[in-house]
């Protein structure tokens, strides 16, 4: 049964709730073959090419107060920095030097990063380095913030949705945060001609596996460019200490499903996952995702950054970072 609802979602990229719902509740029955299927997919689409994103932290500063984030406003113990331009600007040159053709500029919400110093950020990246991309990932902004940014040269926008279910937003944020606000943002990326990223937490509290079917759903709905999703992890300092992290295991198998759902979508093995499991990303990529994002923050800066416990990496170069990868077989 499982192996005929996986061929029957490879050869129509859909299925219906309760088809979804069925994989979700017995993955540990089928993820081998659901990775082998959309590992399928991806080389028929991309080959084996694994595209490489380099991450530049900005700010571990944010206004919000997201209940399972480490640098949300009311942690008292986090540490807190911002890059100036010139010190983001010193990343880009650092890791165009190192191969890299795709900044990826995220930080909290953080009302330092105005449109006028993000466009001067973006417009001397492109002036520098021509043939490279730039992505936003720093949070609900308006609608005419979104356009300035795009007019001065952004490419792409990534904005977790974090849960296609009302009430789970509203369990996972405080009052002062808007489900409806979020999905009017990710409205407004896509018809401002973004390539837009969306994503969400597998296992984060409150969530059932039903929840993940229509996550599914959702996304088929959305057709975004890029999907990331990642393991939810707990962290010491916030309202959800107590809750178990998520599982690695159908994190990666999650993976496979999109990648079959939607066949040329940029998909990341991400950081969470090589943090949960020390050789996540790897299952990851042999399971349909082809996106890398190593960090190219200064590394005096990286573990100030701290979304969740443990992160991986907070201590390497961009270049040993790629060098690890490469050296476990990505």
């Known amino acids: 049964m499982y192996k005929a609802l996986i061929d029957k979602l490879e050869r129509d990229c859909i299925l219906s709730f309760e088809e979804y719902l069925t994989l979700i509740n017995g993955y540990k029955e089928i993820s081998d073959y659901a990775a082998e299927r959309a590992s399928a997919v991806r080389n028929r689409i991309y080959g084996k090419r694994v595209y490489i994103r380099g991450l530049i932290e900005v700010s571990s500063y944010c206004k919000n107060n997201c209940y399972y984030c480490g640098i949300r406003a009311g942690n008292k113990n986090a540490e807190r920095y911002r890059l100036t331009g010139s010190e983001i600007l010193n990343c880009a040159d650092e890791g165009y030097r190192l191969g890299f053709r795709t900044f990826v500029l995220q930080g909290g919400e953080d009302a330092y990063y105005t449109d006028g110093l993000l466009c001067g950020v973006i417009k001397e990246i492109k002036r520098r380095f021509p043939d490279t991309a730039v992505t936003l990932s720093l949070g609900e902004r308006s609608t005419e913030s979104y356009k300035t940014l795009k007019e001065a040269g952004a490419d792409r926008y990534l904005l977790r949705h974090e849960t296609a279910n009302k009430k789970h937003y509203s369990l996972l944020h405080p009052d002062t945060m808007s489900f409806d606000n979020r999905q009017r943002c990710i409205k407004d990326l896509k018809a401002l001609g973004y390539q837009v990223g969306v994503g969400f937490m597998?296992?984060?509290?409150?969530?059932?596996?039903?929840?993940?079917?229509?996550?599914?759903?959702?996304?088929?709905?959305?057709?975004?460019?890029?999907?990331?999703?990642?393991?939810?992890?707990?962290?010491?300092?916030?309202?959800?200490?107590?809750?178990?992290?998520?599982?690695?295991?159908?994190?990666?198998?999650?993976?496979?499903?999109?990648?079959?759902?939607?066949?040329?979508?940029?998909?990341?093995?991400?950081?969470?996952?090589?943090?949960?499991?020390?050789?996540?990303?790897?299952?990851?990529?042999?399971?349909?995702?082809?996106?890398?994002?190593?960090?190219?923050?200064?590394?005096?800066?990286?573990?100030?950054?701290?979304?969740?416990?443990?992160?991986?990496?907070?201590?390497?170069?961009?270049?040993?970072?790629?060098?690890?990868?490469?050296?476990?077989?990505?």
Do not use: W
């Open 202 to 330: 597998v296992g984060s509290p409150y969530q059932t596996n039903e929840d993940l079917a229509n996550e599914l759903l959702y996304l088929k709905k959305l057709q975004p460019q890029m999907v990331g999703i990642g393991p939810f992890i707990t962290h010491k300092d916030t309202p959800f200490k107590g809750f178990k992290s998520g599982s690695a295991d159908l994190t990666v198998f999650l993976l496979s499903l999109i990648r079959l759902t939607l066949p040329n979508v940029l998909l990341p093995a991400t950081t969470a996952l090589g943090t949960l499991k020390a050789d996540g990303r790897e299952r990851g990529i042999k399971a349909g995702a082809n996106v890398l994002m190593p960090n190219l923050s200064p590394t005096d800066v990286r573990k100030k950054y701290s979304l969740y416990d443990n992160k991986i990496c907070t201590g390497e170069e961009a270049a040993q970072c790629l060098g690890c990868l490469i050296k476990n077989g990505i």
